[in-house]
């Protein structure tokens, strides 16, 4: 099992920046994919962003250009730049593998207008 450690998230005003980062607990090097998910208040979670294990990227639509998700395999993290936030973007943010992904407990994104 792969489990992880979100980190980064805090309070920003809307057309803020943050930036996620998540610690795995062993190497994601053969994580067929790994992905950001999000959860807010009253909502289902929801994918994010996906990132390949050759790099391809995938972002869902309401990202719009403004996230950016990446790796350090070396370091067996996971990061999500997130630029001009909005306060629809508020919830919790967690990072997931496929295979053998365990959810952590997320970290808090708040965006005030």
């Known amino acids: 099992q792969v489990q992880f450690v979100e980190s980064g998230g805090g309070l920003v005003q809307s057309g803020g920046s943050l930036r996620l980062s998540c610690a795995a607990s062993k190497s994601i090097s053969s994580a067929i994919i790994t992905q950001w998910y999000r959860q807010g208040p009253g909502k289902e979670r929801e994918l994010v962003a996906t990132i390949t294990r050759s790099d391809r990227k995938v972002y869902a639509e309401f990202v719009e250009g403004r996230f950016t998700i990446s790796k350090d395999v070396a370091k067996n993290s996971l990061y999500l730049e997130m630029n001009n936030l909005k306060p629809e973007d508020t919830a919790v943010y967690y990072c997931?593998?496929?295979?053998?992904?365990?959810w952590g407990q997320g970290t808090q994104v708040t965006v005030s207008s």
């Open positions: 997931y593998a496929v295979p053998d992904g365990v």
